[in-house]
């Protein structure tokens, strides 16, 4: 049996192996950073999309909230035109844009917004409403992503983001007058 020295159990490298690891561990951190970022990038802008479709969400509902108590109210004049007690702020519409705060992800004001309000009676006029009928409110956005990968992988830089709520019509007042009673 030889023993051998310790010295020559645990001695260094030679010189050449040692310069070839130099820098091994930088250029592996270097291209997961690559990667790691473009993955942190992905999931920071899909959850800005649940986010904007959240927001979609919910002024859709306020929308059918007050179309449930104000269901002619869907444009200014009222269905038929017959309801002038429908102006402003105490139409369908309206109420969808200012449900959410200003500022946020939703811009309101961009032709990318999309509202409508589906009415029991369809595209018929007159139209006739009743207590217990239902009404739909839709609201679709055109979300742009941020990230470009994403944007690959989702079939286009733009994702279609559609929100409906549905409520019972619970009272048809009277709009013929100022303001609705």
Not at 18 to 41: C, N
Not at 62 to 71: D, V
Not at 73 to 94: A, F, K
Not at 119 to 131: E, H, R
Request: net charge positive; charged share 15%; with cysteine.
């Amino acid at each position: 049996m030889r023993i051998f020295p310790i010295s020559k159990v645990f001695r260094k490298r030679s010189a050449p192996a040692a310069r070839r690891d130099h820098g091994q561990s930088l250029v592996e951190f270097s291209l997961m950073l690559i990667f790691l970022t473009v993955l942190l990038m992905g999931v920071l802008d899909l959850g800005r999309a649940y986010f904007t479709y959240l927001a979609l969400k919910d002024a859709a509902a306020e929308g059918a909230y007050f179309g449930s108590a104000f269901p002619q109210c869907v444009d200014e004049d009222g269905i038929n035109n017959v309801s002038p007690g429908c102006g402003g702020s105490r139409t369908i519409p309206y109420r969808v844009t200012h449900s959410a705060p200003q500022g946020g992800l939703v811009d309101w004001a961009d032709a990318n917004a999309l509202i409508s309000v589906d009415l029991p009676c369809g595209s018929t006029v007159p139209c006739a409403l009743n207590a217990g009928q239902v009404l739909t409110v839709t609201v679709q956005y055109q979300y742009q992503m941020l990230t470009p990968f994403v944007g690959t992988i989702a079939n286009g830089q733009a994702l279609t983001l559609t929100a409906r709520s549905s409520a019972v019509i619970i009272r048809v007042p009277n709009c013929g007058q100022n303001p609705c009673q």
